[in-house]
């Protein structure tokens, strides 16, 4: 998907966040928000009844940033927004996103049980706890993360697994995992890949694999789709 750089130099109005998601899904793609620290809650109430209103709510999942929780912090805890999160699990498409680079992360993923959980690549700017530095420390640290969680899955202490990852070799040790936990994709997890990733996402589907695409959620597209 082109920027809006390149829209805006050809005089293009680039389609909205709802009419790109629209267009995934008719390609076979689930789909997931990932809603920015500066929405305001009303915005996303705005943005989310559109959502269902295109008939794209019941495939979409949403995640919010910890703010939204409202969680209080406690010295030497940095997953004190988790338990707020499973918390409001039962909101359909709402769950948690679990940083894997962080520290504590696969003691929290061997440990908990809850309907649906979304493990994340990147790490949250402000998130406090230690996190790996270097980049194949994260990577194996995302892998180990998630063999913890589908081996909750295979023992049914969650619903299903999101792997938010668009890196070909944490994808393919994920996917081999799930197969080694006999898991199978779709109902039991899905890859989530950015929009921009979508190259392998047709791959991914090619070769049986459920994917997800995520779309950027600020207030600026909040904007453009309201606006339509």
């Known amino acids: 998907m082109p920027g809006n750089a ?3 130099r050809l005089g293009i109005e680039r389609p909205s966040v709802i009419e790109r998601a629209a267009d995934a899904a008719d390609s076979g793609l689930w789909l997931a928000l ?13 943005l989310l009844k559109i959502w269902d209103e295109a008939g794209l709510a019941s495939i979409t999942d949403v995640v919010i940033p910890r703010t939204f929780t409202h969680g209080q912090a406690r010295p030497g805890d940095g997953f004190e927004w988790f338990t707020e999160m499973t918390r409001l699990s039962h909101v359909s498409g709402l769950h948690p996103l679990v940083p894997a680079a962080a520290k ?40 180990r993360c998630a063999k913890a969680l589908l081996a909750g899955v295979a023992q049914s202490r969650i619903e299903r697994v999101s792997l938010w990852t668009s890196t070909p070799r944490v994808v393919a040790a994920c996917r ?52 339509r």
Request: hydrophobic content about 35%; charged content about 30%; proline content about 5%.
């Open 6 to 8: 390149l829209f805006q």
């Open 34 to 46: 990932r809603v920015d620290a500066r929405v305001e809650t009303e915005q996303l109430e705005t």
């Open 104 to 143: 504590g992360a696969e003691r929290l993923c061997q440990d908990t049980s809850t309907s649906v959980v979304g493990l994340d690549e990147t790490t949250p700017a402000d998130f406090t706890d230690p996190c790996f530095g270097a980049r194949a420390e994260r990577e194996k640290s995302f892998v």
């Open 176 to 227: 081999g995992a799930a197969r080694a936990a006999g898991v199978n994709p779709g109902d039991r997890y899905d890859v989530s890949v950015p929009e921009t990733q979508g190259t392998l996402a047709e791959n991914l589907i090619r070769e049986g694999e459920s994917v997800r695409m995520w779309f950027a959620i600020d207030p600026a597209a909040i904007e453009r789709a309201v606006g």
